[in-house]
């Protein structure tokens, strides 16, 4: 029953993509990502010296690259919750396992080593792309176009994100120190956009908002982390779909957010796409999967919070 923990990092998330809705009518995006990454930066010091691991690191440049991807995922993906309902935004990020499967499997043919499970995610691909014409559906207005094209942008920077992650995880590198310095380069991020933008003042309201998201995204993550630890990696994989859900059911209480048909189809064929790459996946490993089998690809792994 491990993996019930994504359950409850998906509620974290989702519930921290409200906090960044409302908080963006006091902040711009960056001094969300300041605010957010701050509270993170001081949480992974404190877990690492109280675990004895270094922050020092051989292996800067690949930090660097990871938390650049990922850091531009999170400003394209805090800026699309505050321009489309919260639900259409998160469905968009969650496309990140196909952009994976893209990504590998483009790899795969220019490598000439593609075979039946790359060329059935096309299948899955396609799919995904058609739930999000009918999730954007274009003739709705150009400002939540715009805010579902920076959605699916963001989407791509976290799957290059997730490469870096695993090139990490390859070298040896503990999970905490990939955070920190993700973390880590959001603060810097985060802090030359407000050189530019200049400081919002804080209101006791304000304020809990953003205290609020940092620890709901600490949350999130350790949840995560632990289901796919000690939980079954294919259902943990799955079950980070409810995120869509809990996101779904936010936007009705709190902004009577009201999505027609075409877009819950489109949302329910996202999430039967991701589902599908992760199962494709997992076939390719075992022909007979079940829950406890390993997904050995990066879309077992992926998140927006990433």
Known sequence: MQSLWMLFAAFSFSLMGVGVKLAAEFYTTGEIVFYRSLIGVTIMWIMLASRGVPVSTPHMATHIKRSVFGVTALLLWFTSISMLPLATAMTLNYMSPVWIALILGASAALAGT????DRKLIGA???SFAGVICLLQPSVG???LTGGLIGLISGVFTALAYV???????????EGRIVFYFSAVGLVCGLVWMLFTGVSPHTWHSAGLLLAIGILATLGQTSMTRAYKRGNTLLTANLQYAGIVFSSLWGILVWSDKLNWISWLGMALIVAS???TTLTRARATDKHPTPATPVKSLEAEVHPEV
């Open 125 to 127: 691909i396609l799919l």
């Open 142 to 144: 150009q400002d939540q």
């Open 164 to 174: 870096e992650v695993r090139q990490l995880g390859q070298l040896g590198e503990p």
């Open 114 to 117: 593609a075979g039946a499970a």
């Open 274 to 276: 991701g589902i599908a």
